[in-house]
T-cell receptor, first 118, second 112 residues
Framework: AQKITQTQPGMFVQEKEAVTLDCTYDTSDQSYGLFWYKQPSSGEMIFLIYQGSYDEQNATEGRYSLNFQKARKSANLVISASQLGDSAMYFC???????????????FGTGTRLTIIP | KAGVTQTPRYLIKTRGQQVTLSCSPISGHRSVSWYQQTPGQGLQFLFEYFSETQRNKGNFPGRFSGRQFSNSRSEMNVSTLELGDSALYLCASNGQENTEAFFGQGTRLTVV
């Protein structure tokens, strides 16, 4: 079974609208972390947001928020007021196990290509 | 604070050759992870180093190896290159709290 599933290969969104990128995960660990990254055409992976499995509040970073539904094993990224510069590939990733050194491996989903339309 | 630096940015090598890629993590970060990204396989974990020790390894053949130096800089080496090794190789620098993993711009390797 896939550990990280992103079911939207591509999305087109009008500028200034909000967008939700879906991510579901599969793990039997109680402690894990969920990450979202943006990858523009240049190739660099840009860290956006992190959610720990024990965090009670949904993570937020500026226009990015993570809609964390633990029981459903869902960690959707919400981008508010989308901008043309948001056009990129977006990857959801998971680190299984507790957050200590020796456990930095991230498992990535297949990504969603987001295109913002003017 | 400088980000993660990967060198070189681009490489073209011939089948059978070997290649060495370099990654300098964010100052103060002691953990470095490597990933391979291809259109067919997506992003795959290669290995992770902390304090000059390999802590974790992905499912890659022994042709892929790495090391970390005392200043936390890391290198990965691929020997006997194959066409399928053409990929974007990304290095991640991991912070102490492990709530962040910052990537470099990557090295795009083309094997011809």
């Amino acid at each position: 079974a896939q550990k990280i599933t992103q079911t939207q290969p591509g999305m087109f969104v009008q500028e200034k609208e909000a967008v939700t990128l879906d991510c579901t995960y599969d793990t039997s660990d109680q402690s894990y972390g969920l990450f979202w990254y943006k990858q523009p055409s240049s190739g660099e992976m840009i860290f956006l947001i992190y959610q720990g499995s024990y965090d009670e509040q949904n993570a937020t970073e500026g226009r990015y928020s993570l809609n964390f539904q633990k029981a459903r094993k869902s960690a959707n990224l919400v981008i508010s007021a989308s901008q043309l510069g948001d056009s990129a590939m977006y990857f959801c990733a998971m680190r299984e196990g507790p957050s200590n050194f020796g456990n930095e491996k991230l498992t990535f989903g297949t990504g969603t290509r987001l295109t913002i339309i003017p | 604070k400088a980000g993660v630096t990967q060198t070189p940015r681009y490489l073209i090598k011939t089948r059978g050759q070997q290649v060495t890629l370099s990654c300098s993590p964010i100052s103060g970060h002691r953990s470095v992870s490597w990933y391979q990204q291809t259109p067919g396989q997506g992003l795959q974990f290669l290995f992770e180093y902390f304090s000059e020790t390999q802590r974790n390894k992905g499912n890659f053949p022994g042709r892929f190896s790495g090391r970390q130096f005392s200043n936390s800089r890391s290198e990965m080496n691929v020997s006997t290159l194959e066409l399928g090794d053409s990929a974007l190789y990304l290095c991640a620098s991991n912070g102490q709290e492990n709530t962040e993993a910052f990537f470099g711009q990557g090295t795009r390797l083309t094997v011809v």
